[in-house]
């Protein structure tokens, strides 16, 4: 392994979920829905396998009828236009979009900076890329019961050498959703010191209570510097698929294409005609989809509270992330390495998500994508 990956060994998702099928311990680590996506599109995408849609390589920007529900989507949701020739490109999920953003957009030694606790892939792609990666604390407030962005520390990140700002809201893993003021402030920064920005928004239709999601692109300034990252694993329950996207200014999305045609070329033929159909389904897929979450959120979160942990209620994504210290324990590695044994339940160690270590040292996260009954025992026998 060469120097640029020495550090990153195997993902805490594999090592995690491995565990869970030795122990046979309930899998709340790695965040995959137990219960797949809609009926009719799985139909959709035996239909387009049988049909002959996608069987052979698809073009490479995406199948226009998947660019075209991207686009259609983000116009309809949040106002935001985008010409589904020049401005989207189809990925191999999220994570491709991820890396082939990186590798087009960062010179060897730029800085890029993002918020810590980072989603694993982000450290393992900047590094790819030969940049350096400036971590941003988003720090737990008890008070609040939230992690906050601290936008003087996010300010003071920003050097000469910044190329790019790479964000993530919903955040996972503390389910923290930057308000409107937050990203404005972001925005500003951003067109002040001429900043890229990618910005992961994967859990973009799992938000609770009062909290909304609004892409950093509608801010002034931003559509021409920005790439939107999304993707249907977490919104339509297809993490196998491996169908994402990124929209963005033609000349981005020209440079992630750049990468990414020598990275998979293109991926999932057949997946993407049925993610199309996805993207289209009528707004009560998502209402309920929102709905179903949240009452699983407010299970796990009453269970956890209850068997003692300090529990940060997250305002979006499937995670809750918690703090062990109430539990008598202070190492979350340690902790989530014996769970399983002591009571048959996987959590990922937030450190992982951390160059500063004894920041994220407490902090356990739990992934509710789960079937009530399976998180009701998951609870039962925490309490236990
Ligand atoms: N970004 C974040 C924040 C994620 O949590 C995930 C996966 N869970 C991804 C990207 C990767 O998404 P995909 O499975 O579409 O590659
Ligand atoms: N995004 C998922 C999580 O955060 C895992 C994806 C993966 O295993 N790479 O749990």
Redesign the pocket.
């Given at each position: 392994l060469n120097r640029r990956l020495a550090e990153f060994g195997t993902?805490i998702?594999?090592e995690m979920?491995a565990l869970a099928l030795s122990t046979g311990a309930i899998n709340l680590?790695?965040?995959?829905p137990d219960t797949d996506g809609p009926e009719e599109i799985r139909e959709a995408a035996v239909r387009a396998l049988r049909d002959g849609r996608g069987n052979q390589y698809p073009p490479g920007p995406g199948v226009p009828e998947l660019r075209t529900a991207v686009t259609a989507h983000q116009q309809r949701r949040y106002g935001l236009s985008y010409d589904p020739d020049t401005e989207v490109l189809v990925t191999a999920g999220a994570?491709e979009a991820i890396a082939a953003a990186l590798l087009a957009l960062v010179e060897p030694g730029d800085e890029v900076i993002a918020f810590e606790p980072y989603?694993?892939?982000y450290a393992a792609c900047i590094a790819m890329a030969g940049g350096r990666r400036v971590p941003v604390t988003l720090r737990a407030h008890e008070d609040e019961g939230r992690f906050r962005l601290d936008l003087d520390e996010l300010r003071d990140a920003v050097t000469d050498r910044t190329r790019l700002l790479l964000i993530n809201t919903p955040h996972?893993?503390t389910g923290t959703v930057l308000t409107r003021g937050e990203l404005a402030a972001i925005a500003e920064l951003a067109v002040e010191r001429d900043l890229l920005v990618v910005t992961d928004e994967v859990y973009e239709h799992l938000v609770f209570d009062d909290a909304e999601h609004v892409p950093l692109a509608t801010f002034p300034g931003m559509r021409e510097r920005t790439l939107t990252i999304s993707s249907s694993g977490k919104t339509f329950s297809f993490?196998g698929w491996k169908v994402g996207w990124v929209t963005g200014a033609p000349e981005l999305v020209t440079a992630v294409r750049s990468a990414k045609q020598y990275l998979t070329y293109v991926s999932a033929g057949p997946f993407q005609y049925a993610v199309a159909e996805a993207l289209s389904l009528p707004e009560s897929y998502f209402t309920d989809f929102r709905a179903d979450m949240l009452s699983k959120r407010d299970l796990l979160a009453a269970g956890l509270a209850e068997a003692g942990f300090r529990v940060y209620r997250p305002s979006g994504t499937y995670?809750i992330t918690t703090d062990v210290r109430p539990l008598g324990e202070t190492d979350g590695f340690a902790f989530c390495r014996a769970l399983p044994e002591r009571a048959g339940v996987v959590a990922?160690p937030n450190a992982v998500f951390y160059d500063h270590r004894e920041e994220g040292a407490p902090f356990v996260r739990f992934?509710f994508c789960k079937r009530t009954e399976v998180l009701e025992e998951a609870v039962k026998r925490l309490k236990a």
């Amino acid at each position: 392994l060469n120097r640029r990956l020495a550090e990153f060994g195997t993902t805490i998702f594999a090592e995690m979920s491995a565990l869970a099928l030795s122990t046979g311990a309930i899998n709340l680590g790695q965040g995959f829905p137990d219960t797949d996506g809609p009926e009719e599109i799985r139909e959709a995408a035996v239909r387009a396998l049988r049909d002959g849609r996608g069987n052979q390589y698809p073009p490479g920007p995406g199948v226009p009828e998947l660019r075209t529900a991207v686009t259609a989507h983000q116009q309809r949701r949040y106002g935001l236009s985008y010409d589904p020739d020049t401005e989207v490109l189809v990925t191999a999920g999220a994570t491709e979009a991820i890396a082939a953003a990186l590798l087009a957009l960062v010179e060897p030694g730029d800085e890029v900076i993002a918020f810590e606790p980072y989603y694993d892939s982000y450290a393992a792609c900047i590094a790819m890329a030969g940049g350096r990666r400036v971590p941003v604390t988003l720090r737990a407030h008890e008070d609040e019961g939230r992690f906050r962005l601290d936008l003087d520390e996010l300010r003071d990140a920003v050097t000469d050498r910044t190329r790019l700002l790479l964000i993530n809201t919903p955040h996972n893993p503390t389910g923290t959703v930057l308000t409107r003021g937050e990203l404005a402030a972001i925005a500003e920064l951003a067109v002040e010191r001429d900043l890229l920005v990618v910005t992961d928004e994967v859990y973009e239709h799992l938000v609770f209570d009062d909290a909304e999601h609004v892409p950093l692109a509608t801010f002034p300034g931003m559509r021409e510097r920005t790439l939107t990252i999304s993707s249907s694993g977490k919104t339509f329950s297809f993490t196998g698929w491996k169908v994402g996207w990124v929209t963005g200014a033609p000349e981005l999305v020209t440079a992630v294409r750049s990468a990414k045609q020598y990275l998979t070329y293109v991926s999932a033929g057949p997946f993407q005609y049925a993610v199309a159909e996805a993207l289209s389904l009528p707004e009560s897929y998502f209402t309920d989809f929102r709905a179903d979450m949240l009452s699983k959120r407010d299970l796990l979160a009453a269970g956890l509270a209850e068997a003692g942990f300090r529990v940060y209620r997250p305002s979006g994504t499937y995670f809750i992330t918690t703090d062990v210290r109430p539990l008598g324990e202070t190492d979350g590695f340690a902790f989530c390495r014996a769970l399983p044994e002591r009571a048959g339940v996987v959590a990922i160690p937030n450190a992982v998500f951390y160059d500063h270590r004894e920041e994220g040292a407490p902090f356990v996260r739990f992934a509710f994508c789960k079937r009530t009954e399976v998180l009701e025992e998951a609870v039962k026998r925490l309490k236990a």
